[in-house]
Nanobody
């Protein structure tokens, strides 16, 4: 049973930082692409960042480039996103996801991801 559990969300002020974690279980995720997405109220789920199985390749949405950093610890089966200089527009539920296609590349395509976590709320006040 694949399970992804996000943590680290909360209420912060504009300009603050947060680090979200996503702990994966059920199998080793060292060979898989991991991604972060978010969904604000009334909006569709959108891509935030992705990281290749090796960790050497990353991909970011333009809206977060330069502020967010995705990383993974294969030994811990955990993926992170460090979020700096947060803005009110970053307010959303953040989800992690995994693409279990071995050898896949970091992608922004929501449909490529096979398993999803339940999400963690991030609220940024102005």
């Amino acid at each position: 049973q694949v399970q992804l559990v996000e943590s680290g969300g909360g209420l912060v002020q504009a300009g603050d930082s947060l680090r979200l974690s996503c702990a994966a279980s059920g199998r080793s995720f060292s060979m898989y692409v991991m991604g972060w997405f978010r969904q604000a109220p009334g909006k569709e789920r959108e891509f935030v960042a992705a990281i290749s199985w090796s960790g050497r390749n990353t991909l970011y949405a333009d809206s977060v480039k330069g502020r967010f950093t995705i990383s993974k610890d294969n030994a811990k089966n955990t993926v992170y996103v460090q979020m700096n200089s947060l803005k009110p527009d970053d307010t959303a539920v953040y989800y992690c996801a995994v693409d279990v296609n071995i050898g896949g590349v970091a992608t922004a395509a929501l449909g490529e991801y096979d398993y999803w976590g339940q999400g963690t709320q991030v609220t940024v006040s102005s």
